[in-house]
């Protein structure tokens, strides 16, 4: 009964490889974002998509292309991963894009190492 | 600049006593402010939401205060328990891009409880 569930947990990989990380909310909410946290604690957005359909683009390189094939799933692909791009990456969502009543759900993070 | 500053940065306390958590926030407009606790490993989960016109709000031993003229918020633990060794992190909801609002986080402070 998880509500923000995102896989895999953990995810080590090399340079240059691409990678993909997937994001599934079962509270029937209509937007979701990724975060990135980085090693200084500070969570920043990446992406929100409203009814799957993308509203925030923090630039963020091109190589990382997010994916909403319904209003429950957000994807995160990541083409030729840097070592600047190891950080814990968390999925969120919520009810419309004003955070609605009761805010932001998270998911637990995906720690991505890139060696 | 929109940024979240928080204090102290890490705080040692032992279990049964209270402890506040500062908050300043230069974020304008102005919409909501948030307080999270991060459990290590995990998401964020949220605490309390207070708008501007709220200058207090209650979430079991967690006391959340706002004062909107000065930008200052608190967040106090009353009683602490082990359990509440986690990071709490402060968040105003503030302009982002496309006329959207996006969450502006802390880098949080770190709660050590020791029995």
């Known amino acids: 009964d998880t509500a923000v569930s995102q896989t895999p947990k953990y995810l080590v990989t090399q340079m240059g490889n691409d990678k993909s990380i997937k994001c599934e909310q079962n509270l029937g909410h209509d937007t979701m974002y990724w975060y990135k946290q980085d090693s200084k604690k500070f969570l920043k957005i990446m992406f929100s998509y409203n009814n799957k359909e993308l509203i925030i683009n923090e630039t963020v390189p091109n190589r990382f292309s997010p994916k909403s094939p319904d209003k429950a799933h957000l994807n995160l692909h990541i083409n030729s991963l840097e070592l600047g791009d190891s950080a814990v990456y968390f999925c969120a969502s919520s009810q419309d894009l004003t955070g609605g009543r009761y805010g932001y759900t998270f998911g637990s993070g995906t720690r991505l190492t890139v060696v | 600049k929109n940024q979240v500053e928080q204090s102290p940065q890490s705080l040692i306390i032992l279990e049964g006593k209270n402890c506040t958590l500062q908050?300043?926030?230069?974020?304008?407009?102005?919409?909501?402010l948030r307080w999270y606790k991060q459990d290590t490993g995990r998401g964020p989960v949220s605490l309390t939401i207070m708008t501007f016109s709220e200058n207090t709000k209650s979430n079991g031993r967690y006391t959340a205060t706002l004062d909107a003229d000065t930008k200052q918020s608190s967040l106090h633990i009353t009683a602490s328990q082990l359990s509440d060794s986690a990071s709490y992190i402060c968040?105003?909801?503030?302009?982002?891009?496309?006329?959207?609002?996006?969450?502006?986080f802390g880098a949080g402070t770190r709660l050590a409880v020791h029995p």
């Open positions: 968040v105003s909801l503030g302009p982002g891009a496309g006329g959207y609002n996006k969450l502006i």
């Open positions: 908050c300043n926030y230069t974020v304008s407009p102005f919409s909501n």
